[in-house]
Nanobody
Framework: QVQLVESGGGLVQAGGSLRLSCAAS????????MGWFRRAPGKEREFIAS????????VYSDSVKGRFTISRDNAKNTVYLQMNSLKPEDTAVYYC?????????????????WGQGTQVTVSS
């Protein structure tokens, strides 16, 4: 069982930065692929980024590539999402998730555990 708690969301102006954190409970955190997803009002959940257990393999959606960076600290059971050059269209609730399946990282169905989400609002 893994419990995930996101933090770091808030209101920021376009062009600004935020860093989201996701703290995980459980001793097996370092065996999971971790992902970030978001859901904007009226839209479907969207994959943002994932990182493998060793932090070597990362995957990004085209919409955030070059602006967002995912990282993890297994000693702290925490995964991060550094978001730079934020745009109004990045406004959404951001969720972290944990998956035991390292081959389907962009698919929400592959993730077993989800956090409650943190709101990110980017003003123009």
């Amino acid at each position: 069982q893994v419990q995930l708690v996101e933090s770091g969301g808030g209101l920021v102006q376009a062009g600004g930065s935020l860093r989201l954190s996701c703290a995980a409970s459980g001793r097996t955190f370092n065996s999971y692929t971790m992902g970030w997803f978001r859901r904007a009002p009226g839209k479907e959940r969207e994959f943002i980024a994932s990182i493998g257990w060793s932090a070597v393999n990362t995957v990004y959606s085209d919409s955030v590539k070059g602006r967002f960076t995912i990282s993890r600290d297994n000693a702290k059971n925490t995964v991060y999402l550094q978001m730079n050059s934020l745009k109004p269209e990045d406004t959404a609730v951001y969720y972290c998730a944990a998956s035991a399946n390292p081959t389907a990282v962009v698919s929400g169905w592959a993730y077993t555990y989800w956090g409650q989400g943190t709101q990110v609002t980017v003003s123009s």
